[in-house]
Each structure stands twice: as C-alpha cells, then as structure tokens.
C-alpha cells in the first residue's frame, strides 16, 4: 500500500533549470494538493487539483506550473528555477477539500543553486 | 485574511510534564480545525480534528472560539511525542483548502 509517492525525493538545480516533481496516489482520491515548507513559514499551498483535469492556485503559485492528467498523477513543474524555490516540496491527496484527512508523499527536498 | 499561528517554534519539556502547543486562528464563520504532526523521518500524517472530539496518544484539542484557538494538550509527555507539529483551518471560503500554521517543534527531554 504505497499511498503517496514523490519522485524524486532530492533534486539539485542550479538557476534557470527547469525540473518536474511527480506524485502519484494509489488510493482513488479525487483531491490533490502541492505544499512547499519552508522554516518559519510552515505548510503554504502551492496549486491544488479537484480531480482530473482540473488545476487551481493556492497560496504560492507564482514560478510553478502544476498538470494532473491522470487522476492519479499530479505534476508540478519549475520552467525557471530560483534560489527562492529551494524548499521541501509536499504532495498530499484527499477524498475531499476540507474537512477530510490529508495523506501526504514523503517530500521531496529541492535545492537551487 | 484567514490565518492561523503558532506562537512557539519550539518547545522543550521533561518527559512527564505537561505540554500545550499554541494554536490561534482567525476565520470568520464556524471553522474546521486540526492538529497533524511530522515524527523524525515519517510523514505529515493526521493527529486529530476537533469535530470529533477525540483523544489521540493522549492529545486532546479544545475549540475556544471566544478566544479563537485549538491548543493542542497533553498531561505527561513521552519521549516519543518529540516531533513537528501544525495546526491547520479549512476555509470553506476558499472551497475548503487547508490552511497551516508556521509549525511547532516540541522536544521531550528524558
């Protein structure tokens, strides 16, 4: 029972490089969501997904691109990457938006150089 | 805005003490509320949510909208209760997304 995966788990970039985090959830969940952690800062919503096909910004969506073609899959991409998007990137999935449970992947650390 | 804030990013006690992680929000209208926790090399998983009013390893959460806050309790620590905690709001006025707070790391010393 795998639950959420991210790939890759560590990534180094350096400035301009683009790169994209794959998710993927083996639980049927309609709901999925991109969180990014920063120290300080806690858990702030990137882009989010209320079922295939469909994408929404959260908090933080600037310099990130996010696709969930497959119900299963949810993508974030960086076309341009900055210093200031080195962070710990979080995926989580849910059968609803809100009130239910949030599974989370196990983050995937991103540094830019 | 709706926000939530954990005062503390830290938080040390002995082991048998109690504990009271801070968790204040603002919201206008009946919110939802929760506390998750990231133990050392595990992931962010669910700790309880207030609307079932339950307790968890011990934990217990009380809503307080007068005051606004859903501080997270505990009477006697265990060591194994260090780990990064948040607590989080959904905000039905943005479709129900959750909100989280800047986290608290709590340490339980032997």
């Known amino acids: 029972n795998a639950g959420v995966t991210q790939t890759p788990k560590f990534r180094v970039l350096k400035t301009g490089q683009s790169m994209t985090l794959l998710c993927a959830q083996d639980?049927?969940?309609?709901?999925m969501y991109w969180y990014r952690q920063d120290p300080g800062m806690g858990l702030r919503l990137i882009h989010y997904?209320?079922?295939?096909?469909?994408?929404a910004k959260g908090e933080v969506p600037d310099g990130y691109n996010v696709s969930r073609l497959k119900k299963q899959n949810f993508l974030l991409g960086l076309e341009s990457a900055a210093p200031s998007q080195t962070s710990v990137y979080f995926c989580?999935?849910?059968?609803?938006?809100?009130?239910?449970?949030?599974?989370f992947g196990e983050g995937s650390r991103l540094t830019v150089l | 805005a709706q926000r939530v804030t954990q005062p503390e990013k830290l938080l040390s006690v002995f082991k048998g003490a109690p504990v009271e992680l801070k968790c204040n929000y603002s919201y206008s209208g009946s919110p939802e509320l929760f506390w998750y926790v990231q133990y050392s090399r595990q992931r962010l998983q669910l700790l309880l949510r207030h609307i079932s009013r339950e307790s968890i390893k011990g934990f217990t959460a009380d809503l307080n909208k007068g005051e606004t806050s859903f501080h997270l309790k505990k009477p006697f620590a265990q060591e194994e209760d260090s780990a990064m905690y948040y607590c989080a709001l959904s905000d039905y006025n943005q479709g129900g997304k959750l909100i989280f707070g800047q986290g608290t790391e709590l340490s339980v010393k032997p």
């Open positions: 997904s209320v079922g295939e096909g469909t994408t």
């Open positions: 989580a999935s849910s059968w609803t938006l809100g009130a239910g449970e949030l599974f």
């Open positions: 639980m049927n969940h309609e709901y």
